[in-house]
């Protein structure tokens, strides 16, 4: 079936620190993939998205880019802030059937100042 | 730009209480979502409505009902609250695919629901 991996958190950086958040997925024929951010006490919002291979989502200073050959969508920042603190989340969604969506786990990113 | 509106916020119950989260979007989608949200266990979703008039089960559905008031509206109830219930719950709606969109997802801010 389909499913996401992300790691584990939490992660915490640096203010300026690069930052990558890893995440793999499975699933059958081309799903699109996005990353959600959730900032404290708030609902989950969209970050960036991509919904075929190479292509490269980017939001915010954040960037993924979609690999088929490695499954993954690693989501990537150059220089963090104090702001990004926040739980992120990797999803996918089939376009077969009745569209779902498959969350992973969630990694809480915390940057300190 | 309400979005997705979630009520209520917050709310304790007993067990065997019954109650019902009520979901509101006023972007004119399709399909509406009921996630919960448990530590370390990412989203599950609960139910989901594809359309006005149907409504599907999720990974997780049993003890939950739903009903799919009209295109706006998404309500889940809980008939007898167990203390398994305890999770913060969202409520999303989808964007259509037209005009090139890609179907993300919107989210209401959540309902934390504590069952004693």
């Known amino acids: 079936g389909n499913s996401v991996t992300q790691m584990e958190g939490p992660v915490t950086l640096s203010e300026e620190a690069f930052l990558t958040i890893n995440c793999t997925y499975t699933?059958?024929?081309?799903?699109?993939l996005f990353w959600y951010v959730q900032y404290p006490g708030e609902g989950l919002q969209l970050l960036l998205k991509?919904?075929?291979?190479?292509d490269k989502g980017s939001n915010k200073g954040f960037e993924a880019t979609y690999r088929k050959e490695t499954t993954s969508f690693h989501l990537e920042k150059g220089s963090v802030q104090v702001s990004d603190s926040a739980v992120y989340f990797c999803?996918?969604?089939?376009?077969?059937?009745?569209?779902?969506?498959?969350f992973g786990t969630g990694t809480r990113l915390k940057v300190l100042a | 730009n309400a979005g997705v509106t979630q009520t209520p916020k917050f709310q304790v119950l007993k067990t065997g209480q019954s109650m019902t989260l009520q979901c509101a979007q006023d972007?004119?989608?399709?399909?509406m979502y009921w996630y919960r949200q448990d530590p370390g266990m990412g989203l599950r979703l609960i139910y989901y409505?594809?359309?006005?008039?149907?409504?599907d089960k999720g990974e997780v559905p049993n003890g939950y009902n739903v009903s799919r008031l009209n295109k706006r509206e998404f309500s889940l109830r809980l008939e007898s609250a167990a203390p398994s219930q305890t999770s913060v719950y969202f409520c999303?709606?989808?964007?259509?695919?037209?005009?090139?969109?890609?179907?993300?997802?919107?989210f209401g801010e959540g309902s934390r629901l504590t069952v004693l």
């Open positions: 972007m004119n989608h399709n399909s």
């Open positions: 991509a919904t075929k291979a190479d």
């Open positions: 999303a709606s989808r964007r259509g695919l037209a005009g090139g969109n890609t179907g993300e997802l919107f």
């Open positions: 409505s594809a359309s006005e008039g149907t409504t």
């Open positions: 699933a059958t024929g081309y799903p699109s």
């Open positions: 999803a996918l969604s089939t376009t077969s059937g009745t569209y779902k969506y498959i």
